[in-house]
C-alpha cells in the first residue's frame, strides 16, 4: 500500500461505476444526478469579460488584481452585509476545493493537531485533515450548535481548525443567525479558527442563510474567522475555478504569502470573468430560478415515490431516504436509469439516505419525474 492510499480514504465516486453502468442501459439513457456540476451555459457577459481577457501573456499575481479585490469586497458588502472589509481581507483561490483540501496544510497543521467539522459533510474537510497528518474529528450538527449544549460535544484540546458549512452539503441545511454566533463565540472563547464554508449562500429557498461575516455574527470583528465562497453554483462557472476567501486579515495575509510562494494564481482571464460575474445579480436570479422549478418538480415526484426529505431547505440537493440503506436506494434507482449519490459518501449518518442533485437540465429532470411515477 502506498504512502497516499493509507493517509486517504477510498476515492468514494469510483463505488458508483457499476450503478452508473446499470443506469446508463436505460432506453432513454441516464439522468445523472449525482454530482452537483452545473450544466447550464455560462451567462454571455462573464463569458464576454473572458474573452476580452484573453490575450494575458503575464503571470497572473496571487492576490489578483486591485478590480478582483474591489468585486469580492462590494459584493461581500452587498450580498453578506459585511462591513469595512478592506483589500487585506480578501483573497481568491483557484476553486474551493483546492482551498479546502490544503488549507490545513499551508496553515502549517500537522501531527498532533485536530481539525473539525460536521459528521455529516463534503469529504474533502477529511482529506484535508489526513493530507496534512492532524486528526479529524467530527461533530453532530444537531447539538453542537443548540443553546443548552453549544461546542461541548467537541473537546477543544489540540482542535485548530473548526469547519462551519451552511448550507450544508449533503443535507441543504441553514444554521441560523443564533447558532452561527454561539459557534463563534464557542471557538473564539478557545483560539479556535473558524472557516465557514459558505459556497451554496445564494441558494437558499425555505431558508435565508448567514454569513459569518454579517455584523451581528461576528460582532463587528473579523478576527479567527474567514468565509469561503465560490462561483461555480451561482454562475455556472464550476469549469472557471472561480473562489475566494474573506474575513481576517491575518490569517489572509499568511495564506497569500504562502500561496505566493506555491504559485497558486487564478488565471488573469478568469479574474476577469469573476469581476463581472460579481458586479451582475440578474444572471443568479435567472439561475436560481431554474434551479427552483427543477427541484420543485423533482422534490414532488420523489415524494410521491415514498421518499421521505430531510432539511434540504438550501443549496441544489435533496437528502431523501426510503429508510433503507443507501446502496439499494441507489440500486433501485438506477433500474429506473437514475443515478444519484448514496450518503454514506458523505459520512456513516448518511447510510440510509440518498443526495438528489437537481443540476441535470430540464429534459432530464423531466425524464427522471416521468420514470419516478
Known amino acids: 500500500m502506498s504512502a497516499v492510499s493509507s493517509r486517504l480514504p477510498v476515492f468514494p465516486w469510483d463505488k458508483l461505476e457499476p450503478y452508473k453502468a446499470t443506469a446508463a442501459a436505460h432506453p432513454d439513457g441516464i439522468v445523472d444526478l449525482s454530482v452537483g456540476t452545473p450544466v447550464d451555459p455560462v451567462p454571455a457577459l462573464i463569458q464576454k469579460a473572458l474573452v476580452a481577457a484573453a490575450d494575458s501573456p503575464g503571470y497572473p499575481t496571487v492576490w489578483g488584481t486591485a478590480e478582483l479585490r474591489d468585486a469580492i469586497t462590494g459584493w461581500c458588502e452587498r450580498r453578506l452585509g459585511a462591513r469595512g472589509l478592506g483589500h487585506r481581507n480578501v483573497l481568491p483561490v483557484v476553486g474551493s476545493k483546492e482551498l ?15 481539525i473539525a467539522y460536521p459528521r455529516l459533510a463534503y469529504p474533502t474537510y477529511e482529506v484535508g485533515a ?25 473537546d477543544p484540546a489540540g482542535l485548530k481548525l473548526l469547519w462551519l458549512n451552511s448550507p450544508s452539503n449533503p443535507t441543504g441545511r441553514v444554521l441560523t443567525k443564533d447558532e452561527l454566533i454561539r459557534a463563534v463565540a464557542w471557538a473564539r472563547e478557545h ?4 472557516f465557514s464554508d459558505e459556497c451554496y449562500l445564494e441558494l437558499g429557498w425555505e431558508a435565508e442563510p448567514v454569513s459569518v461575516l454579517h455584523p451581528d455574527v461576528c460582532g463587528g470583528t473579523y478576527e479567527g474567522i474567514v468565509s469561503v465562497h465560490s462561483l461555480s453554483k451561482r454562475s455556472n462557472l ?15 495575509g499568511e495564506l497569500l504569502q504562502i500561496r505566493k510562494h506555491g504559485g497558486m494564481m487564478t488565471p488573469a482571464p478568469v479574474q476577469a470573468a469573476t469581476v463581472a460575474a460579481l458586479g451582475d445579480d440578474e444572471h443568479v436570479a435567472v439561475q436560481r430560478a431554474r434551479y427552483a422549478a427543477r427541484r420543485t418538480a423533482l422534490r414532488d415526484a420523489l415524494l410521491g415515490h415514498g421518499f421521505r426529505i430531510e432539511h434540504s431547505e438550501a443549496s441544489l440537493y ?11 436506494t441507489v440500486a433501485h434507482l438506477a ?3 437514475i443515478l444519484v449519490a448514496p450518503g454514506d459518501f458523505y459520512g456513516p449518518a448518511g447510510e440510509r439516505f440518498v443526495r438528489v442533485a437537481f443540476t441535470a437540465t430540464d429534459e432530464r429532470v423531466e425524464a427522471a419525474v416521468e420514470r419516478l411515477a
Open 318 to 328: 435533496l437528502w431523501a431516504t426510503r429508510d433503507e440503506p443507501c446502496w439499494e
Open 335 to 337: 433500474e429506473l436509469g
Open 191 to 194: 483560539g479556535i479558527l473558524v
Open 130 to 154: 489526513r493530507l496534512c497528518g492532524a486528526e479529524p474529528v467530527v461533530y453532530d450538527t444537531e447539538t453542537f450548535f443548540a443553546a443548552d449544549t453549544a461546542g461541548t460535544e467537541l
Open 238 to 252: 464550476a469549469g472557471y475555478r472561480s473562489a475566494f476567501l474573506a474575513g481576517d486579515d491575518a490569517v489572509l
Open 100 to 114: 479546502v483540501a490544503w488549507l490545513p496544510t499551508q496553515l502549517g497543521l500537522g501531527a498532533g493537531d485536530k
